[in-house]
């Protein structure tokens, strides 16, 4: 009785253990999940705003400034455009240096101008220039400039961002899987006995693997749910100080998150239960002691 007693107590240490081992590896799991969507909704964030600046040639008429705004505005790409008047480019010019050019050039110098903004998409140097040279093409446009240098560069750091956390995930995967299928080999060799038993009496081994599967699959969705309300309620906690936490960790990310730990969780503890069940299967009854 107290046999039983000592080795049901093990069981539920045994079974507790590897709940909190499990959630630990879905937690880190999870938040490279997530870093790596925030960081694509920061990058898109800085991507709108970018913009690529058409100028106009000397003395093109507002009539014809505003035939080429509505051109434009037909684009695939454009998102949004600013329309910037000669009057308004001297009013900023006079608010940013404090220097009036009308008063020693006798005449407004600058032209008519618009600011697009395009969509995240075709934020790339590639899709940038083919753009450029098509804008160029359009009647009435004297130039078209935009931030080449900072476009490379923000998507050269974005694409080493997006390797390193890929390695990153793929190291907790190959970790995951040694610690979760040490711990379940570890439950399954204690039950090795009561294997080789029912194999003995003639018991399929489909048969056999499936309470233990059936363990494992609720561990994977325990060990989930516990990971992610720990996530979730780190991003409420963080929230409660920052809310422009919620802009970038949006509801959108926060339930791709939960679902991948989920999946992520039940695939690593069923197969991790399938490999381990099946290798003390194969076991002789010499190698049992």
Request: proline share 1%; net charge positive; aromatic share 8%.
């Amino acid at each position: 009785m107290k046999r039983r007693k000592k080795q049901k107590q093990s069981w539920i240490i045994q079974g507790i253990t590897s709940v909190i081992s499990t959630s630990l590896l879905l937690i880190l799991l999870g938040l490279v999940v997530l870093f790596s969507l925030t960081a694509r909704v920061v990058a898109d964030s800085i991507k709108e705003n970018l913009t690529v600046t058409v100028v106009l040639e000397d003395g093109v008429q507002t009539a014809e400034a505003e035939q080429v705004q509505s051109e434009l505005s037909g684009k695939c790409y454009v998102r949004d455009i600013d329309y910037i008047s000669r009057e308004q480019a001297l009013q900023e010019q006079i608010e940013n240096m404090g220097i009036d050019p009308t008063d020693f050039l006798g005449a407004n110098p600058f032209s008519i101008s618009m600011e697009i903004k395009v969509k995240p998409e075709y934020s790339y140097g590639d899709s940038l220039q083919w753009i450029s040279n098509e804008l160029r093409g359009i009647k009435n446009v004297a130039d078209v400039m935009y931030q080449k240098d900072l476009v490379e560069s923000l998507n050269r750091n974005l694409y080493r961002a997006s390797l390193f956390l890929l390695a990153i995930a793929l190291l907790l995967v190959i970790i995951s899987l040694s610690l979760i299928n040490n711990t379940v080999r570890l439950t399954v060799f204690n039950h090795r006995f009561v294997l080789h038993t029912m194999k003995l009496v003639g018991a399929k081994w489909s048969f056999i693997r499936r309470p233990f599967l059936a363990k494992g699959f609720w561990l994977g969705i325990v060990s989930a749910l516990i990971a992610d309300a720990v996530i979730l309620g780190g991003i409420y906690w963080a929230s409660r100080y920052d809310s422009s936490i919620l802009h970038y960790v949006t509801l959108r990310n926060m339930l791709i998150t939960g679902v991948s730990v989920l999946g992520i969780g039940l695939v690593l503890t069923v197969v991790c239960t399938y490999i381990s069940v099946t290798q003390c299967l194969k076991m002789r009854g010499s190698e049992l002691y």
